[in-house]
């Protein structure tokens, strides 16, 4: 393992490192009645269930309710103004 480069050594440190902690399931019905499980970690599954709570739902309709939330795309970069000086 020491002969990869260090870049990819360090992205499998972090691989096992995410596979050892504990996660959490959460099992909802998407917008469409799809059935979903998200799997989140620690650190998400106590945001969830502190925005659940102050909601007063589940953490499941917690992410139901999300599923509805629009996505929006990110702005398209504006156009350039060629620069007069370069033609």
């Known amino acids: 393992m020491t002969d990869l480069p260090a870049d990819d050594q360090t992205f499998l440190k972090e691989l096992v490192k ?31 269930a502190k925005l659940a709570h102050r909601m007063g739902i589940a953490k499941p309709e917690l992410l139901r309710q999300a599923a509805h939330i629009p996505v929006t795309k990110p ?13």
């Open 18 to 48: 995410t596979s050892r902690r504990k996660h959490h399931h959460v099992k909802w019905t998407d917008r469409d009645g799809t059935e979903r499980i998200t799997v989140l970690d620690q650190t998400e599954v106590v945001r969830v």
């Open 75 to 87: 702005a398209a970069a504006s156009p350039t103004v060629a620069d007069p000086a370069a033609t």
